[in-house]
C-alpha cells in the first residue's frame, strides 16, 4: 500500500510503517508529528482540556456557536492557510460530527488525551530501516510542524527523496492545494 499522511494522518502513517514495513510501498508525509515532536508543544493544552472534560465546551462548540471564531487563528482557522475562505458548511463538516452525541464526545476525549503520549521516538531504528521511497511536502506557514521535522525524516528515512517546502502553506494546506500532493504522488510513484 502506498501511504499519504498529514497532520495525526502523518502520525499513523509512521507507526503503521515501523509496525508492518512489508505492506508499504511509498510514503508521502506532509505536516505531522515526527520523532520528539510527537505532540507538539502547542497541543497540550488541548490535552489539558480533554484531560479535564472541556474540550468539548471550551475549544470546540464556540467554534460551532461562532463560525467566525472558527475562521480566526485560535481555532480551526489557525491551521489554514487562507482560514477566511472556510465556509460555514466546511467548519459544521469537521467539527459537529465530533460533539454530536456523548459517546463521540468521550471519544474524541480519549482520542485527544491518547495523542498526549510520543509514540514516535521509539519507532526510530525502525523507520531508519525501511528503504522505501519516501517524500516529504512541507507547508512553511505551519507552527505546529516547522519544516525541521520533514528534514529529519529526510535524514532518517533512507529512501527519501527530498523534502518539497511550500511557501505560505500552513497545516492542513493539503486539503486547499490538492494538486500539490497529487503531482508529488505521482512523481514518486512513476506515474
Known sequence: ?????????GLVSQVLL???????????LTNCDVDENNPPAAFLPLVELAKTGRLVDRFFMPQLDDKNLARSTKALGSVYSHPEKLTDETIEIYLRPLV?????KA?????TVALSQN?????CQELR?????????WGLKDTLFGVQWAEWLDRNLPGSRGVRKVEGANL???EELPEVIAEECQELWGV
Open 1 to 9: 500500500m502506498d501511504l499519504v499522511g498529514n497532520d495525526s494522518g
Open 18 to 28: 515501523a509496525k508492518y514495513p512489508e505492506r508499504v510501498g511509498s510514503l508521502v
Open 100 to 104: 454530536e452525541n456523548d459517546r463521540k
Open 107 to 111: 471519544q474524541l476525549r480519549e482520542y
Open 119 to 123: 509514540v514516535l521516538v521509539p519507532l
Open 129 to 137: 530501516a525501511w528503504k522505501g521511497p519516501a517524500r516529504m511536502v
Open 172 to 174: 492542513f494546506f493539503p
